[in-house]
């Protein structure tokens, strides 16, 4: 079911103009860095939001 959500809100970026997706994780959110990785998203890097580091993840639309 995951995927075809990620499907859809791509087909909706892509028609309006967006050309990538920035999704932020937690370092214990093992699933959704699974549910990520597999639909294309690339690893970015840590960020700092709401008091904890997050896992950076990027989805360029081609």
């Known amino acids: 079911m995951s995927n075809i959500i990620i499907q859809l809100v791509e087909q909706l970026c892509k028609q309006n103009g ?20 597999k639909n294309g998203f690339v690893y970015c890097g840590t960020i700092w939001f ?3 580091d997050k896992l950076a993840f990027e989805k360029v639309l081609v």
């Open 18 to 37: 967006v050309d990538s997706i920035r999704a932020d994780t937690d370092n214990e959110n093992k699933i959704m860095q699974h549910i990520l990785q």
């Open 50 to 52: 709401a008091g904890s």
